[in-house]
């Protein structure tokens, strides 16, 4: 019994001991030449197309080889490196990766672009056939597409031509888009959508033309040899071709309106058959009809009344009437005017033509009146015209006084009476308003100094009128005063280029010459040459006693014209300027062992810079004098190979020896 006992507890203690390896996490397993297993990104997996089925076979083939050349892995690391599809060593993944990026580089990284060649040459009218040569870059498709379209000032785009695989492209403009207006081209790919540069055309306007006589009306009548003015508007795309009912043609033409005369020996219809310019064929309009009569009956009437509805006294102006029919020799025709209730009076000269010029004579006082024409053989009148006798303007300058600081505008009251809306304004400065419509009027002025401020000229209507007024503004400006800013260091080099901060308010007078001095020998300021900029002033600073160390000098700007000087600073003058280093030192030291030489520094602007003739190097030393520790292992001499300042290169002198003895 003692014996099964003892056998089952050892057995226990084995079957523990197994179990307790197996699970122990610091058993650590063989090691194994199966390289590492990395997961695809599904962000690098789609891209792989026809290369994944290669890929998938040599992952198989490298899971073999893994199972055979490694005897040691057990099943159940082999189930943890197994490959599927979507599994790759890390190297196959690195190098896939790489594969994927210049796939993707190809797809979208290349640089596409359409570009349309210059067609500023182009003048087209809706409805026309265009050629719009472009180039390309980048790997376009073979099967890829390139279609023109129009944008008009909207944002609206229809396509105008069939898709095309090369340049040029036909286009069409559509016969409905409006001419005189512009619009941009822009060449659309359809494979990997790419879009050119937008470029501007613009439509030319289909031509119209209406034909009237030249007063409007669409009718007159002619006594036979006389003749007759036509008038025909054009609008469109200039120059212009027309033609007549009478065969009239007309090629060419710039004017717009175009007048014709016309001499029919009997009554006679005239329309136009056609006009055209670079868009071909437009549109037509209206009628003349001037008939001819041996003896029609006179007739008088005025003609453009809206022109003469205001007048002014002792300014001549041309009153344009008709008068058709037979007149007897020796007809004449008179202007007259009537107040409202008051009998009619002749102010012009008998005239035989259709327009007189005449003017009101000054004793007629403004206001409204009535005007016609008549003729003596036969007597008629006209019809009766409302007039305003306007009268001259008369133009007060308001008196202000207006306290103004520098650079602000003000304004000044100018009132108008008379010959107006419109007003206009001259003011003694050049300042100049017109088309006014209000009064009182206020005009800006923005006056540089104090200012007397008179009317020049003025008037409206009637031309330049009477003026009157004075206005003063003063200007208010700052007291001159310059500023000397903070100095960017107190302590200079003798030689060197200071830069000097300040700032100037006030008005200088024409010919002012800005200067820095400094203090002489004696303190007395001097002037040094001077280089000015914006906000700085640059000056050479030499100090005036150069045998001492350093001195203290002041300085200040001052102003010619008015004379003006800022505040005093100090600045200290380092002269002279170049630094002086003395190695000293004597020393019997056994070899390994350390000792220390001295440098003492003069002159120049600390820091301190210097290499010894062992090739020792300190850079930007504040310490005066300088304790180095040296560890020759032979008898040397040391001896300064280099000194500077801030004032630049200095010099060296003395020696220091350190004896080695073994």
């Known amino acids: 019994m003692s014996k099964f006992i003892i056998f ?37 997996a789609v891209i792989l197309k026809a290369d994944t089925a290669k890929a998938s076979s040599k992952i198989q083939a490298d899971t073999k080889a893994v199972n055979l050349k490694d005897s040691s892995v057990n099943q159940s690391e082999i189930d943890t490196m197994a490959v599927s599809k979507d599994t790759l060593t890390e190297k196959q993944a690195d190098e896939l990766a790489e594969k994927a990026e210049k796939t993707a580089v190809k797809d979208t990284v290349d640089i596409y672009k359409i570009k349309i060649e210059d067609i500023s040459y182009l003048s087209v009218c809706p409805g026309t056939t265009i050629n719009v040569p472009f180039s390309t870059e980048g790997p376009f498709d073979d099967e890829n597409t390139f279609v023109v379209h129009l944008i008009d000032a909207s944002g609206k785009s229809v396509p105008i031509s069939l898709p ?32 050119s540069q937008l470029v501007s055309i613009r439509l030319l306007q289909i031509p119209s033309a209406r034909l009237e006589v030249i007063d409007g009306t669409q009718a007159v009548r002619i006594m036979p040899g006389q003749e007759v003015n036509l008038k025909v508007n054009l609008s469109g795309t200039a120059p212009w071709s027309f033609r007549l009912s009478d065969s009239t043609n007309v090629i060419n033409t710039l004017s717009n309106p175009h007048f014709l ?8 219809a005239y329309k136009i058959l056609g006009v055209s310019n670079a868009c071909g064929s437009g549109t037509i309009s209206g009628e003349a009809i001037v008939n001819v009569d041996d003896n029609p009956e006179p007739k008088l009437e005025l003609k453009e009344i809206d022109k003469i509805t205001k007048v002014c006294s002792d300014i001549p102006f041309q009153v344009p009437f008709s008068a058709t029919g037979k007149f007897k020799a020796g007809n004449r025709f008179v202007v007259q005017i009537a107040e409202r209730t008051g009998a009619f009076k002749t102010i012009s000269s008998p005239d035989s033509s259709g327009y007189i010029t005449t003017k009101i004579p000054a004793s007629y006082k403004p206001g409204e009146y009535r005007l016609r ?78 200012t007397n401020y008179e009317i020049t000229s003025a008037g409206g209507l009637c031309g330049v009128g009477k003026f009157s007024g004075k206005a003063k503004v003063a200007v208010k400006t700052p007291p001159v005063a310059i500023t000397l800013d903070k100095l960017s260091q107190n302590m200079v080099c003798s030689g060197s280029v200071l830069e000097i901060p300040y700032k100037i308010v006030g008005r200088y007078n024409p010919g002012n010459r800005f200067v820095v001095q400094i203090t002489d020998k004696n303190g007395k300021f001097v002037d040094l ?33 008015p004379a003006v000087s800022s505040a005093i ?59 180095i520790t040296v560890s020759p292992t032979a008898t040397t001499e040391y001896k300064l190979a280099a000194v500077k300042s801030g004032c630049g290169t200095g010099s060296g002198k003395g020696s220091a020896i350190i004896t080695v003895e073994n």
């Open 569 to 627: 600073e100090e600045i200290d003058i380092i002269a002279p300027n170049k630094a002086v280093g003395e190695v000293s030192g004597k020393n019997i030291i056994t070899a390994g062992r350390s000792t220390r030489i001295q440098l003492k520094f003069k002159n120049g602007l600390p820091p301190w810079s210097f290499t010894l003739s062992d090739g020792t190097s300190i850079t930007g030393t504040f310490l005066n004098p300088y304790l």
């Open 164 to 195: 095309v695989k090369k340049s040029p492209i036909r286009a069409v403009i559509p016969s409905y888009k409006i001419g005189g207006e512009v619009y941009q081209l822009q060449i659309v790919s359809n494979i990997s959508v790419f879009k």
């Open 8 to 44: 089952f507890f050892l057995g226990l203690l084995a079957y523990s001991g197994t179990t307790l390896g197996q699970k122990s996490p610091s058993v650590k397993k063989p090691a194994s030449n199966a390289k590492k297993t990395v997961i695809v990104p599904a962000k690098k």
């Open 529 to 561: 040459p001077t280089t000015i900029t914006a906000s700085t002033m640059n000056v050479k600073l030499t100090s005036a006693s150069p045998a001492d160390t350093i001195r203290t000098h002041r300085i200040r700007i001052i102003s010619s014209s």
């Open 373 to 450: 024409v008549t003729s003596s053989a036969p007597y008629l009148v006209s019809q009766t015209a409302a007039v305003t006798i306007v009268s001259p303007t008369v133009t007060t300058l308001l008196k202000d006084s207006l306290y103004l600081n520098e650079d602000q505008s003000g304004e000044l009251t100018v009132k108008f009476a008379g010959g107006g809306p419109p007003w206009f304004v001259l003011l003694s400065d050049g300042t100049y308003e017109n088309n006014i419509q209000e009064s009182p009027y206020k005009v800006k002025v923005k006056p540089y100094n104090d």
């Open 261 to 268: 005369i016309v001499k029919p020996t009997q009554v006679r």
